[in-house]
């Protein structure tokens, strides 16, 4: 017997085969109904009991990977920012911002129940007494040039803290700059704030002038809008909304806090366990809506195919009955989905019904053309029971390929999915000729014979140049092959999420910081503080690194030259202030008497000689008095003017005694030594058993890709071990990439040989494989001409497209080959037609994953979309011009 007819009589055993199993079903046809159903229920409450939702995206990679061993004992020794939330609070001035930071920590530490840690970097108390110490001797020195220009300021107005005592002390310094003929540099800042004041005390929300960016604007010492709360919570990831809790909790005290645009504040919460917790709610939203969108279309196109209620309604319970199995094998296989499996839902209806779709179509074909029920099924089933089972295996290759990958993510989706292509397959052979059989029968009469088949020759151009539609096919094939070189992978997890949510916002902000303050730092751990000081120095030379962090430097260098300085300081600092006025009255001074300061300033502003020029005070002196004669003018107009002369002096001065107690605390400080450092921060640098941490901090922001792998691997050709956000993204992409591959080869070969053991013949493979190929390759020149890259969610497009794209070309090849199942032409078969419904269902079923707000999952439901057009267009264009030309 000829190679040849082995083939053919496999293929034709397994067709008798499927026959035969639809015969039994349909001999008992009830109670296969009533078993099926009763199975349903019973896997629908296991799944709904069992199935739960994993949020910890780090269990998406293979636990042997080395950065994710690497990570793990890291997060054994020391406290890290994988699982921790970051809530950012920017202030309108640093004030502000220090005392929402101040207010808000202390009020969470007190919630020891749902967060294990409340740490404010830099915002202790340790800090804020000795921080000056840790800027550098030329930075000191600046700062006490600063402090000796504004300390007579200081001194006046600690003299004399009124409104119109301010005033006239401006207008002294005006007048007396004038005389003199010099340009104060102390007093642009002064004046820029008091415009500010006139201002704000009109708006909704007045915030208090900031007397700390006075004082320091000029100086080489920085003032923080920003701080940052790191605080680690208390997770359970087998919740579906694992950080949900924390997040209410800090958002409920930050309302009863008042901490938001009445407080000059805006706080933010962000970090892995919010990025996630708005990915999920996101994620599961926009499943849910697509799910159900999709299964809408998906019956209006079953419909539309099929012109049989009867027909729709079994395919649609076929569905559901697989869609419910499925999820039940996902509990009982894996027992949870993750962030990426939690589409199988919607590829399952789009997958799924394809087998419904071709079942349908050819039993109503030859329920026209005359055939009985009986007759009908048994022949749809010898016509295409055989090219159902083999799409079952080739769409769950494209799965399955994904199984032993590194990236868990999507070898539990391609366990799920692939194995739920078996389960629709077995109800689609078993409950949907059942359903036919008992309780749904189908009238022939009531059927549109030329309805399943193409109306119009629509393919008859193409037919007539099959030539030509080969050689545009290579030629396009050939060009995208050019740009496939150009095909990227963003290992950004950022950019796959919702760019509107708060979390993602918020980091993204921090992350356009470098240095100290990105989020995205390595860690890297020593045995000893001591080499830990080596190592660090080492790290310190790249070019990558903007500043190392150990706990030695913790202890500031050159502390007595430094403290020589702060004494220098706080000499000026104690310097007598003016005789004290006698401001006994300043209260009850009227409001007469203030407006007269005011307008007095104002016409100090208004001489000619403040228009002359364009140094930094004049300019400061012609916005005051545009601004101060407006303030002028309208209250002179109040009914109440004293209420806004009283707000007024409160947003000027309000605040002044605090920062000098602030400025007074901070250049008295002392000497550090390591035993002086706060234990919260040595817990946080050194274990118990002396082993230390580095903090390596990058010197561009890692925005993109590119940043943070030099970054990561200028570290880790220093420590190989090294850890950290940085790392893991860039080792979980390199992994990802390698699972692509790994996929994509893999599900190339075993559709190939399973190709070979069905047909036996390579030029049948090669004609099938073809437009496969084809439709891949303009899939990825599309990524390129749309700048689309590969992400974590859509990497599993091309091996899909592989499986999903082989089942057209699988019926058309085989209805080629067996052209006694229909007289019709290949393209006026109902064959045809049902690859072009069945490839129009999964088109709109991932088109519906493109309106996801994640953009993940968005680009997955977008290269799907164009993946799937370019492959039905392949396989009705251009595999039967192959054909033709084979049989030419």
């Given amino acids: 017997m000829s190679e040849k007819n082995i083939h053919a009589r496999l293929e034709a055993l ?61 997060a054994e020794l020391f406290p890290n920012l994988e699982n921790a939330l970051l809530v950012v609070i920017d202030g309108r001035t640093p004030e502000a911002a220090r005392s929402a930071t101040n207010a808000l920590a202390a009020h969470l530490a007190e919630q020891s129940a749902y967060f294990t840690d409340v740490y404010t970097p830099g915002g202790a108390e340790f800090f804020e007494r000795n921080g000056l110490l840790y800027r550098s001797v030329e930075d000191l020195d600046d700062f006490g040039d600063q402090m000796a220009r504004i300390q007579p300021i200081i ?139 999709c299964f809408a279309i998906v019956v209006g196109i079953l419909y539309h195919a099929l012109r049989s209620i009867p027909l729709v309604i079994t395919a649609v319970a076929t569905l559901l009955v697989g869609l419910v199995w499925t999820a039940a094998f996902a509990a009982a296989a894996i027992g949870h989905l993750n962030l990426v499996s939690m589409a199988f839902a919607v590829l399952f209806i789009g997958l799924g019904v394809d087998f419904g779709i071709h079942l349908g179509m050819r039993y109503g074909d030859l329920l026209c053309s005359g055939h009985d029920h009986t007759s009908a099924l048994r022949r749809a089933a010898e016509g295409v029971g055989s090219s159902l089972a083999i799409c079952a295996c080739t769409t769950a290759i494209g799965f399955f390929v994904f199984i032993p990958t590194d990236y868990r993510g999507v070898a539990e989706l391609g366990l799920i999915a692939g194995s739920g292509m078996f389960i629709i397959v077995f109800q689609t052979l078993t409950l949907f000729p059942a359903l036919l059989s008992s309780w749904l029968p189908v009238d022939p009469d009531k059927l549109d014979a030329e309805h399943l088949r193409f109306r119009r020759a629509w393919w008859s151009f193409f037919e007539g140049h099959p030539k030509g539609v080969a050689l545009c096919a290579a ?107 006698d401001t006994a009255g300043a209260e009850e001074m009227d409001v007469h008497q203030q407006i007269e300061a005011l307008r007095a300033l104002y016409a100090t502003l208004s001489d000619p000689w403040a228009d002359e020029g364009r140094s930094p005070m004049r300019e400061s002196m012609r916005l005051l008095r545009d601004r101060l004669g407006a303030f002028l003018g309208r209250v002179e107009a109040e009914e109440d003017p004293e209420a806004a ?30 035993e002086d450092l706060p234990p919260e921060l040595v817990e946080r640098m050194i274990t118990p058993t002396g082993r230390a941490r580095i903090q390596v901090f990058p010197s561009e922001n890692l925005i993109d890709e590119s940043s943070f792998a030099r970054f990561s691997d200028g570290v880790r050709a220093i420590d190989p071990r090294a850890t950290g956000v940085a790392v893991n993204l860039l ?54 001409l749309l700048d689309m890259p590969f992400n974590f969610a859509n990497v599993v497009v091309i091996p899909l497209l ?74 009705l264009v251009v595999l039967p011009a192959l054909l033709q030309i084979r049989g030419s």
């Fill in 731 to 784: 080792e979980f992409g390199r992994a990802t990439r390698d699972s692509f591959k790994q996929a994509l080869i893999s599900a190339f070969v075993v559709i190939t040989l399973l190709l070979w053991l069905l047909w036996g013949r390579p030029s049948l493979v090669l004609l099938a494989l073809a437009p496969l190929v084809l439709s891949s390759v303009l899939t990825c020149a599309g990524m390129v």
């Fill in 475 to 581: 030629v396009a094939g050939l060009a995208s092959v050019a740009l496939m070189p150009q095909l990227r992978f963003d290992a950004n997890v950022i950019r796959m999420r919702n760019p509107s949510t708060e979390s993602v916002q918020a980091f993204n902000d921090l992350l356009e910081q470098s240095g100290t303050a990105s989020p995205w730092f390595i860690n890297s751990v020593a045995p000893s503080l001591d080499e830990a000081v080596t190592r660090a120095a080492r790290m310190g030379e790249l070019d990558v690194v903007s500043q190392t962090l150990t706990l030695a430097d913790y202890v500031p260098a050159n502390q007595e030259e430094k403290l020589e300085i702060l004494d220098d300081v706080a000499f000026l600092m104690d310097i007598p202030p003016p005789t004290p006025k």
């Fill in 14 to 74: 397994l067709s008798g085969w499927i026959a035969s199993w639809m015969g039994g079903v349909q001999r008992r046809a009830k109670l296969v109904v009533v078993a099926i159903l009763l199975a349903t229920l019973a896997a629908g409450a296991y799944a709904v009991l069992e199935l739960r939702i994993n949020s910890d995206n780090v269990r998406l990679i293979a636990e042997h990977l080395p950065s994710r061993r690497n990570h793990e004992a890291f």
């Fill in 155 to 293: 001194a006046e107005i600690e003299s004399d803290s009124s409104l119109a005592n301010l005033a006239s002390l401006i207008q002294e310094g005006l007048e007396l700059a004038r005389d003199e003929g010099t340009e104060g540099d102390e007093w642009p800042a002064v004046l820029d704030r008091v415009g500010d004041a006139t201002v704000e005390v009109y708006s909704e929300y007045p915030v208090a002038i900031s007397w700390e960016e006075l004082i320091l604007e000029g100086s080489a010492i920085d003032t923080v809008t920003r701080r940052v709360i790191v605080i680690h919570p208390v997770l359970d990831f087998d919740n579906v909304f694992s950080a949900g809790e924390s997040l209410d909790r800090i958002r409920r005290a930050a309302r009863e806090l008042r901490l938001g645009e009445e407080r000059g504040v805006t706080v933010r919460v962000t970090g892995n366990p919010a990025l996630n917790y708005e990915e999920l709610i996101g994620i599961a939203w926009d499943i849910g809506i697509a799910g159900i969108f």
């Fill in 802 to 875: 592989l499986g999903i794209g082989i089942d057209s070309g699988i019926h058309l090849v085989h209805r080629s080959e067996h052209p006694d199942l229909e007289g019709a032409s290949l393209l006026e078969s109902t064959t045809a037609r049902a690859v072009y419904y069945s490839a129009l269902t999964t088109t709109v079923s991932f088109g519906t994953l493109a309106f996801s707000s994640h953009q993940g999952m968005a680009s997955l439901g977008i290269l799907l979309t164009m993946g799937m057009l370019i492959t039905v267009i392949s396989n």
């Fill in 645 to 674: 002369l009283r707000d007024f002096e409160t947003l000027l001065l309000a605040s002044f005694p605090d920062q000098i107690s602030r400025l007074r605390r901070s250049i008295e400080a002392s000497e550090i030594r390591m």
